[in-house]
């Protein structure tokens, strides 16, 4: 059973377009995030999540938006894309008790913004 | 901003050999913990080090840390060609916990067979 999984994989569009990338969990953890690592492998924190409720957004333009209808589940939708949102976007989710330990990563969407 | 930062960038060894790699961050931290990303795949969790550790073992996997140094490392012994990926550190910051744990860049490693 896969425990954080995102659809779609792939997903090329072009600029301008809207697009939405859905996640979902069945650890039963409270806590969500969004990431995006770019062409440099660099990791970056978009948004966290805990019980539904937005605790962390790292200063991503609101072009961005994500929604969790409930702790299960975590989208992002794009509006406007541009050449550089070109990147892979990972899922995660942790334990929210105490706020510490490990992560469990999905599998990555690649958007690719022609 | 990026917190831990992991070094060399780049690493091949040959098989068998013992692979290290090392990791900076800025400031206090709740612990720090190290990923595996396999080419195309999400991060998988190593290993997780608490503040008031200095030296935690899992299997071929060793972790250092330094507080006063603020770094960290991880060895990884008697490599095998399974062991290519690139690795993360991810320091818990002290303020924020898991909720904004940071990467870096990763250290890609190679396994020579």
């Known amino acids: 059973d896969t425990a954080v999984s995102q659809t779609p994989k792939y997903l090329v569009t072009q600029m301008g377009n809207d697009k939405s990338i859905k996640c979902e969990q069945n650890l039963g953890h409270d806590t969500m995030y969004w990431y995006k690592q770019d062409s440099k492998k660099f990791l970056k924190i978009m948004f966290s999540y805990n019980n539904k409720e937005l605790i962390i957004n790292e200063t991503v333009p609101n072009r961005f938006s994500p929604k969790s209808p409930d702790k299960a589940h975590l989208n992002l939708h794009i509006n406007s894309l541009e050449l550089g949102d070109s990147a892979v976007y990972f899922c995660a989710s942790s334990h929210g008790t105490g706020r510490t330990g490990e992560l469990f990563f999905g599998e990555g969407s690649r958007l690719t913004v022609l | 901003s990026q917190q831990g930062e992991e070094d060399p960038q780049a690493l091949s060894i040959q098989e068998g050999e013992n692979a290290t790699m090392n990791c900076s961050y800025k400031t206090s931290i709740n612990n720090l913990q190290w990923y595996r990303q396999n080419s195309g795949r999400g991060l998988v969790h190593l290993i997780l080090?608490?503040?008031?550790?200095r030296e935690k073992h899992s299997g071929r996997l060793r972790v250092t840390l330094d507080t006063s140094k603020k770094s960290s490392s991880l060895l990884i012994t008697a490599s095998r060609a399974a062991d290519t990926a690139s690795y993360f550190c991810a320091p818990e910051l002290s303020n924020f916990g898991n909720e904004k744990l940071t990467f870096g860049t990763g250290t890609r490693l190679t396994i020579i067979p």
């Open positions: 080090i608490r503040s008031n550790e």
